[in-house]
């Protein structure tokens, strides 16, 4: 089973901050998603990226795929408390066929 | 509106008392699959069913049982449900390899 590791684990920075979550593993990722959850909700998700160096944007969020497929980042500019949430990762890898592969989840909180 | 279902949204049962939470989807999604959140382990997916009649074993499928007679219902059946199955568990669907929806989640406390 592939595992995804994200770091850091819990993040609480001030509005206005920027961040940025890392997703890696030792495998090559088929494609990968990022998700945001948030209290009492399901994971929706915010981005596929699935060619290697590819680069995203969602507003003020940024989302990168290593060259290799195998780590990807997050990077939020200005956060705002909206933005407070879990952000998962999720990929397929490789040969994996349908399995979905989560990883552990960064939490991050932004005050006021 | 496009959506996934899932009852109840919170559970208390007892150790061994049979429960089965309901999921229904209304986007004629093919692949459906039941996930199980807890602290530090993330989302660990339980059973999958890639089409109506054809289901398979997640990562952690010890406990649970599912069905797949409609396309739009993917139940969750619990027999003799433990303690350690207390847990937060989403159903989710999906069109194709890429996009996934879930549900809002289902609270389940076994004491």
Redesign the interface.
């Known amino acids: 089973t592939q595992l995804l590791e994200q770091s850091p684990q819990f993040l609480s920075i001030q509005e206005g901050e920027n961040l940025t979550v890392y997703c890696n593993s030792s495998s090559v990722f088929s494609s990968l998603q990022w998700y945001r959850q948030e209290p009492g909700e399901g994971p929706v998700l915010l981005v596929t990226v699935v060619t290697g160096g590819e680069v995203k944007k969602l507003k003020r969020l940024t989302f990168q795929f290593g060259d290799a497929r195998k780590d990807s980042s997050l990077h939020i500019t200005a956060a705002q408390p909206g933005d407070t949430g879990l952000y998962l990762c999720a990929s397929r890898t490789e040969g994996g066929g349908n399995k979905l592969t989560f990883g552990t989840g960064t939490q991050l909180k932004v005050e006021l | 509106e496009a959506q996934?279902t899932q009852n109840p949204r919170y559970l208390i049962t007892v150790t061994g008392k049979k429960l089965t939470v309901t999921c229904s989807q209304n986007m004629n999604h093919e692949?459906m699959?039941w996930?199980r959140q807890d602290p530090?382990?993330?989302?660990?997916?339980i059973y999958?069913s890639?089409n109506v009649e054809v289901t398979d074993k997640?990562?952690v499928p010890e406990g649970y049982k599912v069905s797949r007679k409609e396309k739009r219902n993917f139940p969750l059946i619990l027999e003799s449900p433990s303690p350690n199955q207390t847990s937060l568990y989403?159903c989710?669907s999906r069109p194709n390899?890429?996009?996934?929806?879930?549900?809002?989640?289902t609270r389940l406390t076994v004491t």
């Open positions: 996934v692949y699959s996930y530090g382990l993330g989302l660990r997916q999958y890639m997640g990562d989403f989710a390899r890429v996009e996934q929806y879930f549900g809002p989640g």
